[in-house]
C-alpha cells in the first residue's frame, strides 16, 4: 500500500539558515512523483515543487530543493535563507502516475515549521 | 486566471442539515477531486472524478455523494451532516498524469 511518512511534527529554525524537512515514501509502482506543498495559517495549499521517479536530477525552485533518494524511497525538503514567511505546514505528498491510478495524492501527517527572528 | 474556486468559505450546520460545497475549475482539467483536512493529518481523499459522468470512492466517502454533469464543475454535498464531519474541505483539478494538481483555497465546515 502507498504510504507518506513524515517523522517531523515540528521544526525550528533560524531565519536565513536553511533546514531539511524529512519525508519517506512506500509504493511499489515504478512510476511516480512526490510533491510537496506549503499550507500557512492562511489555509491554502501552495503547490512548491515536484520531483519524478525517473528525474535523475533532484528538482529545485529557487531556495527550495528536494534530496531524493531513490533506493531508500525519501524525497527530503531543504528551504536554502529561511523567511519569517516559511513559516507554516509543510506536507509531502506522492501521486502514481499510472493512467488508472493517478487521479489522486496520498499525503503525510506533516511537519510544522516555525521561523524564528 | 481563476484556477478552481471553491464556495463557501465557511460554513456552520446543525446535525442532519443537507448542504453541497461548490467546487469549479477554468483549466479544463480532466480530474477533478475532493479531500479532507483533519486537525494532525494530511488531505484525505473523499471522490474523484476522472472525467464528466464518471465518479468513484475514495478513502473516506460514507456520508458524501458527487456527480460531474460538466467537465467544469464537481460538487460535493453532505447528505445528513454529522459532528465528524466538522473538517476543512478541499477540492483539486489536474490533467492526468500530469503534476501538480491544483488546489481551492477550502471550504471550513463546523457541523453542530
Known amino acids: 500500500a502507498q504510504k507518506i511518512t513524515q517523522t517531523q511534527p515540528g521544526m525550528f529554525v533560524q531565519e536565513k539558515e536553511a533546514v531539511t524537512l524529512d519525508c519517506t515514501y512506500d509504493?511499489?509502482?515504478?512510476?511516480?512523483?512526490l510533491f510537496w506543498y506549503k499550507q500557512p495559517s492562511s489555509g491554502e495549499m501552495i503547490f512548491l515543487i515536484y520531483?519524478?521517479?525517473?528525474?535523475?536530477q533532484n528538482a529545485t525552485e529557487g531556495r527550495y530543493s528536494l534530496n531524493f533518494q531513490k533506493a531508500r524511497k525519501s524525497t527530503n525538503l531543504v528551504i536554502s535563507a529561511s523567511q519569517l514567511g516559511d513559516s507554516a505546514m509543510y506536507f509531502c505528498a506522492m501521486r502514481e502516475l499510472g493512467m488508472d491510478s493517478s487521479y489522486k495524492l496520498i499525503f503525510g501527517s506533516g511537519t510544522r515549521l516555525l521561523v524564528r527572528p | 486566471n481563476a484556477g478552481v474556486t471553491q464556495t463557501p468559505k465557511f460554513q456552520v450546520l446543525k446535525t442532519g442539515q443537507s448542504m453541497t460545497l461548490q467546487c469549479a475549475q477554468d483549466m479544463n482539467h480532466e480530474y477533478m477531486s475532493w479531500y479532507r483536512q483533519d486537525p494532525g493529518m494530511g488531505l484525505r481523499l473523499i471522490h474523484y472524478s476522472v472525467g464528466a459522468g464518471i465518479t468513484d470512492q475514495g478513502e473516506v466517502p460514507n456520508g458524501y455523494n458527487v456527480s460531474r454533469s460538466t467537465t467544469e464543475d464537481f460538487p460535493l454535498r453532505l447528505l445528513s451532516a454529522a459532528p465528524s464531519q466538522t473538517s476543512v474541505y478541499f477540492c483539486?483539478?489536474?490533467?492526468?498524469?500530469?503534476?501538480?494538481?491544483?488546489f481551492g483555497n477550502g471550504t471550513r465546515l463546523t457541523v453542530t
Open positions: 483539486a483539478s489536474s490533467q492526468p498524469g500530469i503534476p501538480p494538481l491544483h
Open positions: 520531483q519524478g521517479s525517473y528525474d535523475e
Open positions: 509504493t511499489s509502482d515504478q512510476s511516480y512523483g
